[in-house]
């Protein structure tokens, strides 16, 4: 199984709901990430996970609160978001990056990623 | 923050011809990886060249890096309507962990 799946696939929701995106692998990857993108830009990293611990918080409105409870899953809360919080938010997973020996942070993995939920703020 | 700058942001070509897309990007790296993206869908990794090859191949892909220019080329020979897609180079920036920093894209039309 090589999937990564997100639910929901489209969403739509006022500026006082709460709601939450999830995102779930069974690769075996212990570094699982949250993404946002825009129409016609790259995506941005938002969140890392590696082993169930958040690594890196790109400083991501408190609004967007995401949770790993385990190895599989990933969740983002979203709460009071704004209409420009609208775009595709993608989930990916991967093997953790380690050093190469040499000292130095790398070797890098691949990214796999899901489907992406299409989030619509009104 | 963008690490890195592809060009051309948008390629138009007749299938069976070849597409060539760049990428630069500004800080020592790690490696470099190509992925695509279908419009509204996720991204598919397609090839990781490591910081000391040069080239390398897969398929109908033939990525080339340049470490002393910090730039990429991803090359797609014989090109199908299939592949029509977004191109984005993607670079982990030395000491940066699991921060893998994507560029702005090259939006690929394949004309049959």
């Known amino acids: 199984d090589t999937e990564v799946t997100q639910t929901p696939k489209h969403l739509v929701m006022g500026m006082t709901n709460k709601k939450s995106l999830k995102c779930e692998q069974h690769?075996?990857?212990?570094?699982m990430y949250w993404y946002k993108q825009k129409a016609k830009k790259p995506p941005e990293l938002m969140f890392v996970?590696?082993?169930?611990?958040?690594?890196i918080n790109e400083s991501v409105p408190s609004r967007f609160s995401p949770e790993c409870p385990n190895s599989s899953l990933l969740n983002l809360h979203l709460h009071a978001l704004q209409p420009e919080d609208s775009a595709l938010y993608l989930c990916?997973?991967?093997?953790?990056?380690?050093?190469?020996?040499?000292?130095?942070?790398?070797?890098?993995?691949?990214?796999?990623f899901g489907s992406g939920t299409q989030l619509s703020v009104l | 923050s963008q690490q890195g700058e592809e060009d051309p942001q948008a390629l138009s070509i007749q299938e069976g011809e070849n597409a060539t897309m760049n990428c630069s990007y500004k800080?020592?790296?790690?490696?470099l990886q190509w992925y695509r993206q279908n419009s509204g869908r996720g991204l598919v990794h397609l090839i990781l060249?490591?910081?000391?090859?040069r080239e390398k191949h897969s398929g109908r892909l033939r990525v080339t890096l340049d470490t002393s220019k910090k730039s990429s080329s991803l090359l797609i020979t014989a090109s199908r309507a299939a592949d029509t897609a977004s191109y984005f180079c993607?670079?982990?920036?030395?000491?940066?962990?699991?921060?893998?920093?994507f560029g702005g894209g090259t939006r690929l039309m394949v004309k049959p």
């Open positions: 990916a997973s991967s093997h953790p990056f380690r050093f190469d020996g040499t000292g130095r942070y790398g070797t890098n993995e691949k990214l796999f």
């Open positions: 996970y590696s082993y169930e611990k958040l690594s």
């Open positions: 060249i490591r910081s000391n090859e």
């Open positions: 690769m075996g990857h212990r570094a």
């Open positions: 993607a670079t982990d920036a030395n000491n940066a962990g699991n921060m893998l920093t």
């Open positions: 800080t020592s790296i790690n490696n």
